[in-house]
């Protein structure tokens, strides 16, 4: 990514809406621009409950509805079969009864590699609630902290979006190569159970080897038309005398 990319991260309309109120979990919108030096700049917008009034005790902290417990989901990345992710907000334990092992500890901001990621099923720990339980929310039980970005929470008050989080920063060596060469798909659940799900994605850029092979291929079609058209000139010149 040696230019600056803007990437769009827009909600899944699939019919299934949010659960609970719109004010409780909603996704708006968000963009990922990644300058040439791997600088980034993370945006995220979403409605979510404000404390009191039975939402979370804190900003994007924990909420109780369904009786289940949901929480603010990981923004995750694949890149080809690999797998990396930046928590929205620090998160250590099985949730809702889980078994332990499958979950690790992670801090809010940091930038993870991950050999798994869990789905919304493995969060909820709850097979009746089917809501998008295929979709990718958490890092698994086995990460590598590769660094951290600046994370900046502002919430808005009763305005829409209620919240806006940011990451800025400088994005690891390791992913930026992955990425190059893999390109990335990225996704961010407002909440454990995959709801208002955005989704976004970036084609990879060529390699130096391959922006080389190209350039070879196009000098070698150049020289080859130059030769043909030569050569047909020798031939009218042969004819006319």
């Known amino acids: 990514m040696a230019h600056a990319e803007t990437i769009s991260l827009s909600p ?3 019919g299934r809406g949010t659960i609970g109120e719109l004010s409780g979990f909603m996704v708006v919108d968000g963009t990922i621009t990644i300058g040439g030096a791997g600088n980034v700049d993370i945006l995220l917008n979403f409605n979510y409950a404000t ?3 039975g939402g979370p005790s804190t900003d994007l902290g924990p909420y109780t509805d369904f009786g289940i417990t949901l929480d603010t989901a990981d923004l995750v990345f694949q890149v080809g079969s ?3 992710g930046i928590p929205i907000v620090s998160h250590s334990g099985a949730p809702n009864g889980g ?3 499958q979950f690790a500890s992670v801090l809010a901001g940091h930038f993870y590699q991950a050999t798994n ?3 919304a099923q493995t969060v909820l720990n709850n097979p009746g609630l089917i809501y998008r339980n295929n979709a990718d929310v958490w890092l698994g039980n086995s990460v590598t902290d590769l660094g951290t970005l600046t994370e900046t929470i502002t919430a808005h008050g009763s305005s829409t979006p209620k919240y806006t989080v940011e990451f800025t920063g400088q994005l ?3 992913f930026l190569t992955d990425a190059n060469t893999n390109g990335f798909e990225v996704g961010f659940g407002s909440a454990t159970c995959g709801n208002g799900y955005l989704v976004g994605s970036a084609a990879p850029v ?3 080897a391959s922006v080389v092979l190209i350039a070879s291929v196009l000098l070698a079609l150049t020289a080859c038309h130059f030769i043909k058209g030569r050569r047909s000139r020798m031939q009218c010149a042969a004819a006319r005398s």
């Open 12 to 14: 899944i309309s699939d």
């Open 51 to 53: 404390p009191g009034a």
């Open 82 to 84: 690999d797998n990396y």
């Open 99 to 101: 078994a332990a092992s």
């Open 117 to 119: 990621l869990l789905t």
């Open 172 to 174: 690891p060596a390791s």
């Open 206 to 208: 060529p390699e130096p």
